[in-house]
């Protein structure tokens, strides 16, 4: 029957048998088919809740770094922004190179004034970042790097919104007056701009957050001074504001999402890939693997023979449990 769904075969059946617990049967046999929760895409669960690394309470506590492409051609050789924005106060970094080699993410972290300490770096896995150099760099300066796992750009979704954001004011902003200015002097003016303007979550703009200067469009002559205590007293407003954020996008994902405790010796399988490097028929799960470590709450490492270690840890939405027949 080419595995039918549930309703269907009850409908093909029911027209002209019927026995005890008939309906239940065909519901289990469905459930417990390992080609269709390896080939299907309607139908499945999703499991884990939505959680976040956090909340940062002062700035530069929590940073995390993403790297945008495509770029080049508009009066410059360089073809990558390096970003990295603070957790706390939404304030954003560039660097502009032609490579995604250790030494630009070193350069990167170098733009931090030395008056303030990164506490924790969180990024996907690229190559320079994974590089021992880099990583060398890190534990001179006491930073803890923490990876998110293999196609979870959700993982890191204060960068990918950015990532948007950027793009999208460097290609107004290049497009109003095209070949005049190289893309990378348009890059760093538009991520100055977003630096002083009122973020839409925390509703103050990210360069008042972290040092407290005044970047309203107000005239210096009209601005009223600001004591530290409305600062203090603004920063705490901003925290309280993006954990109430996260607490509403956490109640419209979690509708959809069931929880789930996965544990070690567990058997499950695996999101085959990402669906754009994935071919037409190939299946859309993997395995069963059983789960070798439980990393936290949402990341586990599982061994799919693939050679690099931080292939082999997988976020917990990218897993589902091998049904177990009663």
Same mark, same amino acid.
């Given at each position: 029957?080419?595995?039918?769904?549930?309703?269907?075969?009850? +409908?093909?059946?029911g027209?002209? &048998?019927?026995?005890?617990?008939?309906?239940?049967?065909?519901?289990?046999?469905?459930?417990l088919?390992?080609?269709?929760?390896?080939n299907?895409?309607?139908?499945? @669960?999703? &499991?884990?809740?939505?959680? =976040?690394l956090?909340?940062?309470?002062?700035? !530069?506590?929590?940073?995390?770094?993403?790297?945008i492409? *495509?770029?080049? *051609?508009?009066? %410059? #050789?360089?073809?990558? @922004?390096?970003?990295?924005?603070? $957790?706390?106060?939404? &304030?954003?970094?560039?660097?502009? %190179?032609?490579t995604q080699?250790?030494k630009?993410?070193?350069?990167?972290?170098?733009?931090v004034?030395?008056?303030?300490?990164?506490?924790? /770096?969180?990024?996907?896995? =690229?190559? *320079?970042?994974n590089?021992?150099e880099? +990583?060398?760099?890190?534990?001179?300066i006491?930073?803890?790097?923490?990876?998110?796992? /293999?196609? %979870?750009?959700?993982?890191?979704?204060l960068?990918?919104?950015?990532?948007?954001?950027?793009?999208?004011?460097?290609?107004?902003?290049?497009?109003?007056?095209?070949?005049?200015?190289?893309?990378?002097?348009?890059a760093?003016n538009c991520?100055?701009?977003?630096?002083?303007?009122e973020?839409?979550?925390?509703?103050?703009?990210?360069?008042?957050?972290?040092d407290?200067?005044d970047? %309203?469009?107000?005239?210096?002559e009209?601005?009223?001074?600001k004591?530290?205590?409305?600062?203090?007293?603004?920063? +705490?407003?901003?925290?309280?504001?993006?954990?109430?954020?996260?607490? =509403?996008?956490?109640?419209?994902?979690?509708?959809?999402r069931?929880? &789930?405790n996965?544990?070690?010796?567990?058997?499950? =399988?695996?999101?085959? *890939?990402? +669906?754009?490097n994935?071919?037409k !028929?190939?299946?859309?799960?993997?395995?069963?693997?059983k789960?070798?470590?439980? /990393?936290?709450?949402?990341?586990?490492?599982?061994?799919?023979? $693939?050679?690099?270690?931080?292939?082999? !840890?997988? $976020?917990?939405?990218? !897993? #589902?449990? /091998?049904?177990i027949?009663e």
């Open positions: 029957m080419c595995h039918i769904g549930i309703k269907q075969m009850q +409908k093909k059946i027209k002209l &048998y019927t026995a005890r617990n008939l309906t239940k049967n065909i519901t289990k046999t469905c459930k088919c390992d080609i269709c929760i390896k299907k895409t309607r139908g499945q @669960l999703k &499991y884990g809740l939505m959680s =976040y956090g909340p940062a309470t002062k700035p !530069l506590e929590i940073v995390s770094i993403d790297t492409g *495509g770029f080049g *051609g508009s009066r %410059s #050789t360089k073809k990558y @922004l390096h970003l990295l924005v603070d $957790h706390f106060t939404r &304030y954003a970094y560039i660097v502009n %190179s032609k080699s250790a630009d993410f070193i350069k990167l972290l170098n733009n004034p030395n008056c303030h300490e990164i506490g924790i /770096v969180l990024t996907d896995q =690229y190559p *320079g970042i590089s021992q880099f +990583k060398t760099f890190l534990q001179k006491s930073i803890t790097l923490i990876f998110t796992a /293999v196609n %979870s750009p959700f993982s890191n979704g960068n990918e919104r950015l990532n948007q954001t950027l793009v999208n004011k460097i290609r107004c902003k290049l497009n109003e007056k095209p070949n005049t200015t190289a893309w990378t002097s348009i760093h991520v100055d701009k977003y630096n002083n303007t973020h839409s979550i925390t509703g103050f703009a990210p360069r008042y957050l972290m407290g200067t970047v %309203s469009l107000i005239p210096n009209l601005k009223l001074e004591q530290t205590s409305d600062w203090m007293r603004d920063r +705490k407003t901003a925290i309280e504001r993006s954990i109430k954020s996260h607490e =509403y996008n956490k109640t419209i994902v979690n509708k959809k069931i929880k &789930y996965f544990e070690v010796g567990d058997m499950v =399988y695996v999101e085959n *890939g990402h +669906k754009l994935r071919r !028929l190939d299946e859309l799960r993997i395995g069963p693997f789960i070798e470590e439980k /990393v936290s709450q949402s990341i586990y490492k599982i061994n799919t023979g $693939h050679k690099k270690k931080e292939s082999n !840890l997988f $976020h917990i939405t990218k !897993l #589902t449990p /091998v049904p027949p």
